[in-house]
């Protein structure tokens, strides 16, 4: 796969856990060199004792990207995963903080944009480049208590779109990737920490996505010849079908 499209590395942010580190797993075996993006450098110091030589940590908060390409050291990046998010709370917006609302919209959409915008020139430069942005069927369906989250994965789902125009015959594929749930440390800080109440909330009843279901994907679509781009997939498990209806009565009550 990498000598007919000439990809050699990639950029996973969020590479520490969960789906990032599924992924980062997966483009290794596949033979690309990965650099893998997370706040805490002993987690990914973790993951590279795991995964060996080929998977380089660099330690960054997503959200600064000129600490991100320093830690990159000048290399080309020809795969860019902007996996990274963060889900500040689950409650109705008019009950979120101001920094609540702000940090969701930073992490899940600002900071893909500015990764794409640094990384994007080069992968045109060089006529060769993927580029997966994962969002949620939280920004396509009503997930109740996730205002912000869904108007940023519903913004960075229409990027795609308008990157799809702008790139057309750059040799630069654009994916958009929206995972249904996925058993991961997500939520954690919605359930305030509390693992098992998240198990038994979220995971327990119905069968949830695996992070390597998502690395599986992201391969799937890396691996088709140059020319076709699967620009845009949405992975549910078969237990889950999003969205629903809801009436209130006329008093409001």
Not at 41 to 62: N, Q, S
Not at 116 to 127: F, K, N, T, Y
């Amino acid at each position: 796969m990498n000598d007919d499209k000439g990809y050699r590395s990639a950029l996973v942010t969020g590479a520490s856990r969960g789906i990032g580190a599924a992924v980062a797993r997966r483009l290794l075996a596949g033979g690309l060199t990965v650099y893998g993006v997370a706040r805490s450098a002993e987690a990914l110091a973790g993951v590279a004792a795991e995964l060996g030589e080929r998977f380089i940590p660099c330690p960054a908060d997503v959200r600064d990207t000129d600490a991100i390409l320093a830690g990159l050291g000048g290399a080309e990046i020809d795969v860019l995963v902007n996996n990274a998010g963060g889900l500040a709370s689950v409650r109705p917006l008019v009950e979120q903080t101001a920094e609540e609302t702000a940090e969701t919209i930073a992490l899940n959409l600002t900071a893909p944009l500015q990764l794409m915008r640094r990384l994007l020139p080069g992968m045109v430069a060089r006529r060769r480049g993927h580029v997966f942005n994962l969002t949620s069927t939280a920004g396509r369906s009503v997930l109740p208590g996730t205002t912000a989250y869904a108007a940023a994965k519903a913004g960075l789902s229409q990027a795609c779109h308008v990157l799809r125009y702008d790139l057309a015959g750059a040799g630069v594929r654009i994916t958009e990737l929206a995972p249904a749930r996925v058993e991961t440390d997500f939520y954690l800080s919605a359930f305030a920490g509390d693992r098992e109440a998240l198990r038994q909330k979220l995971y327990t009843t119905q069968r949830a996505l695996s992070p390597e279901d998502i690395a599986q994907t992201i391969w799937a679509a890396l691996s088709l010849p140059p020319h076709a781009d699967l620009s845009e997939i949405v992975i549910t498990s078969t237990d889950q079908a999003a969205g629903g209806q809801m009436f209130a009565a006329r008093d409001g009550s």
